[in-house]
């Protein structure tokens, strides 16, 4: 099987752990920056960084863009007019409208688009989508998922409070994977509390709560925060109930346990990285392989839900969703 060429576009901490994926998918990665970043990055992991995002491109199977929101449609139009496949880290568009923008040029072009979307290639959730996909939780499902993590730096940009902040961001792991396990979702209703517009300073907290009804009538509440300090950096939980049984989840467990001198640690098993999963995936089908669990028209619905989020919570109403083909 021939060596995959892929251009790693961003130099940031997303574009390291997805670097260190694709190498570890067996593919050769040649890295752009336009912040001057991209050498250091290249460096450290002994690949080639490029001058420009053509010279990125130039022979690529595919790109991986890690680079603000903003960028990402130019960019992938860009991929996407040479034949080049499309990777996009989370969300794969600041809105709606561009998101379909992005999906359609995929289409149209006959390339192929996947959302990084990392969380849905964890074992947790991986296992709880075939417990509900094959009935065993039973029917008049109620969900609560639960993520939580720690900023670790100021938050950068010019987002609005009205562009709902972390219900765009964080919240939409939550989202994609209620999509995921529940199906369409044709109503949601949000709120937020915290910080919210950016820039915002470091140690900056914020919640954000969605419900999101289901065409099939199952109900999830998807629960996001932004923690003060980075302990746990990250945790994720989930509770589903159904007609069939219930099924729980936490990462925390089992609790730390507590010495006399400090804390001995988790002995938690995370089971391999979600990174190198979701590479792993993509790395297969564009070399001719399986499709991976998540493709663009994914990608288009957790922009829809987590802009239909922040609707709702700026206007403090319930927004419903159109879904083709559901009355």
Request: net charge negative; glycine share 12%.
């Amino acid at each position: 099987m021939r060596q995959l060429e892929v251009a790693l576009i961003g130099a940031g901490l997303i574009a390291r752990f997805h670097l260190d994926a694709w190498i570890g998918a067996g593919a050769a990665v040649r890295v752009y920056s336009d912040d001057g970043r991209a050498a250091d990055l290249a460096r450290d992991f002994g690949v080639r960084a490029v001058g420009s995002l053509a010279e990125a491109l130039d022979g690529a199977d595919a790109v991986d863009i890690c680079t603000p929101t903003g960028t990402h449609r130019e960019i992938a139009l860009a991929a996407m007019a040479r034949g080049v496949g499309v990777v996009c880290e989370k969300p794969l568009a600041a809105t709606t409208a561009e998101a379909e923008e992005i999906v359609d040029a995929s289409e149209r072009a006959g390339v192929r688009l996947y959302p990084a979307h990392d969380v849905r290639f964890a074992p947790a959730f991986a296992r709880l989508h075939e417990l509900v996909a094959s009935g065993r939780v039973g029917e008049g499902t109620v969900a609560r998922l639960h993520f939580s993590a720690y900023h670790p730096r100021p938050w950068t940009g010019q987002a609005s409070a009205q562009s709902g902040g972390i219900l765009t961001d964080q919240m939409l792991h939550g989202a994609d994977l209620a999509y995921w396990i529940f199906g369409e979702v044709i109503r949601v209703h949000a709120c937020y509390q915290g910080e919210i517009a950016a820039p915002a300073p470091e140690g900056a907290v914020a919640t954000g709560t969605a419900v999101l009804t289901h065409a099939n009538g199952a109900i999830s509440q998807v629960v996001s925060r932004w923690t003060a300090t980075p302990k746990p950096p990250v945790r994720v939980a989930f509770h589903v109930s159904g007609t069939g049984g219930s099924v729980t989840y936490d990462s925390e467990w089992p609790q730390e346990v507590r010495v006399a001198d400090g804390e001995a640690g988790s002995f938690g098993y995370a089971g391999k990285s979600v990174f190198a999963t979701e590479m792993h995936e993509f790395a297969q089908a564009f070399l001719g392989g399986p499709e991976p669990r998540l493709g663009a028209r994914d990608a288009l619905a957790a922009v829809r839900i987590t802009q239909a989020a922040a609707e709702s919570a700026w206007t403090g109403r319930a927004v419903e969703l159109t879904v083709k083909g559901v009355a």
